[in-house]
């Protein structure tokens, strides 16, 4: 079956780039949207923005101008960077597939700390 | 933004018993609603997607229901693998929100 691997830097200094990677095992990154979520420490569940299957992204404003979302097909992964973090951007990351999100990685916790 | 709220936050229930859980949203998602759970460090697990359909794999004592603004998600004899969060989400309209949550504790 499709599983999600996260990988990524867990501790950030405020002003640096957060950068993520979900890879893709069991199935192809083609063909399906890929949403990144992320969920502060004891809160619920935010949405950050997604890219669907023709490559057009789409993002939470609140996040807007310091996110990015790719897709990489040849690797079969899909990337999430975030500028200029702060230490409200302390949370744990998922990536996940579709709009009903049916597929979630396994989380990355993120700390961001002076 | 589609507003998501959930009732009750929390709520305590034995074994066996039936729960159900209140979604509303600021506008209608047409349906496009789902259901989650999650435990504790967890990744949250997709229970029902638009509305009603559980997803593959999910005991049949989890139901969803409803239409407009006003939806539920009943588990109809709680196990004790059922003590969890659980999460409403729309993704009719961008952003994709999520409901608050409601915590599911043991009695």
């Known amino acids: 079956q499709v599983q999600l691997q996260q990988w990524g830097a867990g501790l950030l200094k405020p002003s640096e780039t957060l950068s993520l990677t979900c890879d893709v095992y069991g199935g192809s990154v083609s063909g399906y949207s890929w949403s990144w979520i992320r969920q502060p420490p004891g809160k619920g569940l935010e949405w950050i923005g997604e890219?669907?299957?023709?490559?057009?992204?789409a993002y939470n404003v609140s996040l807007k101008s310091a996110v990015t979302i790719s897709v990489d097909t040849s690797k079969n992964q899909i990337s999430l960077k975030l500028h200029s973090v702060t230490a409200a951007d302390t949370a744990v990351y998922y990536c996940a597939r579709n709009r009903a999100f049916d597929i979630w990685g396994q989380g990355t916790v993120v700390t961001v700390s002076s | 933004d589609i507003q998501m709220t959930q009732s009750p936050s929390t709520l305590s229930a034995a074994v066996g018993d039936r729960v159900t859980i209140t979604c509303r949203a600021s506008q209608s998602p047409s349906g496009w609603l789902a259901w989650y759970q999650q435990k504790p460090g967890k990744a949250p697990k997709l229970l029902i997607y638009?509305?009603?359909t559980l997803e593959s794999g999910v005991p049949s004592r989890f139901s969803g229901r409803g239409s407009a603004t006003d939806f539920t998600l009943t588990i109809s004899s709680l196990q004790p693998d059922d003590f969890a969060t659980y999460y409403c989400q729309q993704y009719d309209t961008l952003p994709f929100t999520f409901g608050p949550g409601t915590t599911v504790h043991i009695k």
């Open positions: 890219i669907n299957h023709s490559g057009s992204t």
């Open positions: 638009k509305t009603s």
